[in-house]
């Protein structure tokens, strides 16, 4: 089971921290994603990041503001966002990928999901 945590109401400019932790299994054989669903939109492609760290992938929307990291000891994961726009105001999504080599960036890669929680940007 994944759970995410870090959501919440933000001003344009500002920063949040969206944490993804595992419960019954561990997370460090596993790629882990984020993904977002804004109201009336598909949902899209974030950030990735292999089971070894060493394949980082960003979304061109998101890139140089936000980082994803992971802590193997805490079995979880982590979404930094900084300089936060309204058009980042979605449901963010965490999911776990089992794969050896680099990261999956569409949603039919990844083989469990968390719940969402929401990020509202204000203007």
């Known amino acids: 089971q994944l759970v995410e945590s870090g959501g919440g109401l933000v001003q344009a400019g500002g920063s949040l921290r969206l944490s993804c932790a595992a419960s019954?299994?561990?997370?460090?054989?596993?790629?882990m994603g984020w993904f977002r669903q804004a109201p009336g939109k598909e949902r899209e492609f974030v950030a990735a990041?292999?089971?070894?760290?060493?394949?980082?992938i960003y979304a061109d929307s998101v890139k140089g503001r936000f980082t994803i990291s992971r802590a193997y000891a805490k079995n979880t994961v982590f979404l930094q966002m900084n300089s936060l726009k309204p058009e980042d105001t979605a449901v963010y999504y965490c999911?776990?990928?089992?794969?050896?080599?680099?990261?999956?960036?569409?949603?039919?890669?990844?083989?469990?999901w968390g719940q969402g929680t929401q990020v509202t940007v204000s203007s």
């Open positions: 999911a776990a990928e089992q794969r050896l080599i680099g990261v999956g960036t569409t949603g039919r890669d990844y083989d469990y």
């Open positions: 019954g299994r561990t997370l460090s054989n596993y790629a």
């Open positions: 990041i292999s089971w070894n760290g060493a394949s980082i």
